[in-house]
């Protein structure tokens, strides 16, 4: 009798142990017929079971342990590790109890949702990540500059009255027009589109004109957004990157369980505290800055540096180059003849010249198969090479670059900056590109900022901002967080920089820049990079006002007056 009673218990336990084992099986296959099979309540488990692996996925792993046999039935432990999120880097480890019966003969899971994961008895279960309290962008000042807003999507569905819609946003939506909401609806085939997304204080002028239209919604989000409405600009977009990566690393995760009277927290990390990102931005220029380019109608930018420390103080567009993205820093333009403050350097190093050097400045010439003229074919004769300089002499610098190495202007625009580029917290840039001109004829196109040479406002910023320091300095944005680069900027040779500066100085006393002589100590180059053909140019200045190097950019602006202009605009307001 002994031994018969021991059989039994063994064959019972065995029993036990093979119908936990496969229904934790059956749990990390993500088999939920099997699953439920295993259990008293198949339909109710199907169910329950379905639901969760719809919310957390199906990256699980179940282990049964500690299988007992008792008078009162079986009890077993579960451990189970579930993989959330992206990647599944998000890992949620539990332990919970269960038991088992043989009521019908076969052993079977007694049916509780808490045996599969806690809180499921309460109710569905699903994941999302935690952020921390936003943290806020400052200006230099420490003043708020972007901070986390709610913002309300205007969407409107096929059989929208669109010009209902349209009129209802004119206030604060102009460009909102049926004929477009009907173009946008026709397009996006049967679904929704978001006819605009809307500032709290533009939602409440045309609040009561829209909830009540047929088939519009107005669901709200967060976004950062900044505080002045007038400063909003693409170029803020890698600071928005910058606080997003931030409240990312700091993110906790929460487990939640759905009951009938709200939710309740079952597993993950709190998240992690975030601190305000400071950057170095100059609020008033940049207002003036944005002020000076209102008036151009064509893509414009602005870039402004503090030479000493490579702290980035504005970067400003008009509403034409938001329309084309952050252009101030990655858009890649001829820069004209503000390049000659490269040429001048590089035939400077090379020995060609010295800024009292006699050059010739024909009103055109030929030089090797390339013909070059100077703008309005003005001649100035035999004049030193200061004069040319600030007169902007193409003839002059096609003849000096024409005698240069092939990378000599590649190396002397490397020595400013130009062609270096920076992996800078904040910024997303391109500095420019000056190829190695194989044949003279390049060689001339490059000596006056045309050919395959490119530049950004940012990147002639930064010309401006090395030769006024005598050396590139790192641009920054984030306090404290300087640019990197892979490839250091060689050195400039001492007394060049002073040098260039001193021609960039008769630029504005007696140069092409003498609109700007009001303005005291003022070093300035202009430029005109034709495009397409001889009937279009953008307009250039780069300029140093003290501790202060910019970069002026205008699309299509004909000449450099206006790029002057906006300049004098910026820099007179500043002052």
């Not at 409405?229 to 600071?239: D, Q, R, V, Y």
């Not at 870039?303 to 180059?321: D, E, F, I, R, Y």
Request: hydrophobic fraction near 40%; charged fraction near 15%.
């Amino acid at each position: 009798m002994l031994v018969t009673a021991t059989a039994c218990a063994t064959n019972s336990t065995s029993g036990l142990a093979k119908t936990v084992d496969a229904f934790a099986d059956a749990l990390t296959r993500d088999d939920v017929p099997a699953a439920a099979k295993a259990t008293s309540d198949p339909a109710k488990a199907t169910d329950t079971l379905g639901t969760l692996y719809d919310n957390l996925g199906k990256q699980v792993n179940f282990t049964a342990s500690k299988i007992e046999d008792s008078d009162q039935g079986g009890t077993f432990t579960l451990n189970a590790t579930w993989k959330l999120g992206k990647d599944g880097k998000d890992q949620w480890t539990y332990t919970t109890t269960g038991r088992a019966d043989r009521s019908g003969g076969d052993w079977k899971v007694q049916w509780d949702p808490a045996t599969v994961a806690p809180g499921l008895n309460v109710g569905p279960l699903s994941y999302g990540l935690v952020y921390p309290d936003p943290a806020k962008v400052l200006d230099g000042a420490g003043g708020d500059l972007l901070t986390q807003q709610v913002v309300t999507l205007v969407n409107v569905a096929p059989g929208a009255d669109t010009a209902a819609v349209a009129a209802a946003l004119a206030p604060v939506a102009p460009d909102v027009t049926a004929a477009s909401l009907n173009s946008e609806l026709a397009a996006a085939q049967g679904k929704p589109v978001t006819a605009v997304t809307l500032r709290d204080s533009d939602y409440a002028t045309v609040r009561s004109g829209l909830e009540n239209l047929p088939n519009v919604t107005l669901p709200q989000q967060t976004r950062l957004l900044t505080v002045d409405k007038s400063l909003s600009s693409p170029t803020f977009s890698g600071l928005s990157d910058l606080w997003q990566q931030q409240a990312d690393a700091a993110a906790g995760w929460a487990v939640r369980a759905q009951g009938s009277d709200g939710t309740q927290r079952v597993g993950g990390p709190d998240p992690k505290p975030v601190s305000d990102i400071h950057t170095t931005l100059d609020v008033g220029l940049q207002r003036a800055a944005e002020a000076a380019l209102t008036p151009v109608t064509t893509p414009a930018a602005i870039v402004a540096l503090q030479p000493s420390t490579g702290k980035v103080l504005a970067m400003a567009q008009n509403a034409a180059g938001d329309a084309q993205g952050p252009i101030a820093l990655t858009g890649l333009y001829p820069p004209g003849s503000t390049f000659k403050t490269v040429t001048v350097s590089a035939a400077m190093q090379a020995g060609e010249v010295a800024p009292d050097s006699m050059v010739a400045c024909p009103g055109k010439e030929n030089i090797e198969g390339r013909e070059i003229p100077n703008d309005n074919n003005f001649d100035l004769g035999q004049v030193p090479l200061h004069t040319g300089f600030a007169k902007s002499c193409n003839t002059t610098m096609g003849r000096l670059a024409v005698q240069l190495p092939p990378d000599g202007l590649t190396q002397a625009a490397a020595q400013l900056g130009l062609g270096i580029d920076y992996v800078t917290p904040g910024l997303t840039t391109v500095t420019g590109s000056v190829p190695t001109a194989d044949t003279p004829a390049l060689r001339v196109e490059e000596g006056i900022g045309q050919g395959k040479v490119t530049g950004s406002p940012f990147g002639m910023a930064l010309v401006a901002a090395a030769l006024a320091r005598g050396s590139v300095p790192p641009p920054m944005l984030v306090q404290g967080q300087p640019g990197t680069t892979a490839k250091q900027p060689p050195a400039l040779p001492a007394g060049i920089a002073d040098q260039v500066k001193a021609m960039m100085r008769e630029t504005i006393t007696g140069g092409t820049a003498t609109a700007l002589r009001d303005i005291p100590g003022l070093l300035g180059k202009t430029g005109t990079a034709e495009y397409i053909d001889d009937k279009h140019a953008h307009g250039w200045f780069v300029g140093i006002d003290g501790d202060l190097a910019f970069a002026v950019f205008i699309s299509d602006a004909g000449s450099s007056d206006p790029a002057v202009q906006a300049a004098g605009r910026m820099l007179r307001a500043a002052h």
